[in-house]
């Protein structure tokens, strides 16, 4: 078994941090301590989350883990396409590079593997019938 761990995106942890910052502000201008509480909780959810999410395959099939929230199982035999992508639709991935697996029932997973052309790799191996588009047009040439 292969275990890929997601990659944790800079630009949303900015974000994050940015918008828990700004709403703390006031909170501690005005000393509502109170308030921190249920936000402290919060920030250390996402930091549980964004740590817990990974990608495993075992034999011919892909395990997309999410702390407790998710945890499914894919055939890799029924993938046909893996797109890469940068939509920011609610997904276990912790970062904004992302790949859209699509199934050949039309079911899809975004994720965000720190390792991604490994990742890719890994599965074009288990399955080559599996279409890679990706934006980088030097790199999808070996695909």
Request: hydrophobic share 45%; charged share 20%.
């Amino acid at each position: 078994m292969k275990i890929y761990k997601s990659k944790i995106g800079t630009g949303l942890v900015i974000f994050i941090v940015l918008i828990f910052g700004i709403s703390a502000y006031p909170m501690v201008k005005e000393g509502i301590w109170e308030g921190l509480l249920p936000m402290l909780l919060i920030i250390i959810f996402i930091v549980y989350l964004f740590t817990q999410i990974s990608y495993s395959i075992e034999g011919n099939i892909l395990k997309v883990k999410c702390g407790f929230l998710m945890n499914k199982s894919f055939e890799i035999s029924r993938i046909t396409k893996i797109i890469e992508t940068n939509n920011p639709i609610s997904a276990p991935a912790a970062s904004l590079d992302r790949l859209v697996i699509t199934f050949d029932n039309y079911d899809s997973v975004v994720i965000s593997p720190k390792q991604k052309y490994d990742f890719i790799d890994h599965l074009k191996k288990l399955n080559p019938k599996i279409i890679v588009t990706l934006k980088s047009k030097k790199r999808a040439t070996n695909h």
